[in-house]
């Protein structure tokens, strides 16, 4: 269970300062930054939801795991384009 927490706890803090660095840019960065973040915070949630299953040793549901998962995917590509056309 450790490695699970430190990963949610390392997802937490990425996420602060991704949110950070969007508000301090907020005037010229891309639309697509910001619907990242909306992609990385539902993954957050579902992250929490493991947390709280997995400290009640439970079964974690499939579609629970697949969502997360799809929205750190989805987060990432909206991501890549604003950080590569910076390049």
Known sequence: AW??????????LGLA???G????LASSIAPELWWSLIAFTL???GG???FRVLFR???IP???ILGHASMAAIGLYLLY???MSTL
């Open 3 to 12: 490695l699970a927490t430190a990963h949610g706890l390392s997802g937490l």
């Open 17 to 19: 300062v991704f949110f």
């Open 21 to 24: 660095a969007n508000l301090s």
């Open 43 to 45: 993954g957050l949630v």
């Open 48 to 50: 929490l939801l493991f």
């Open 57 to 59: 040793r439970q079964a």
């Open 62 to 64: 499939l579609w629970a």
């Open 81 to 83: 384009f604003p950080a």
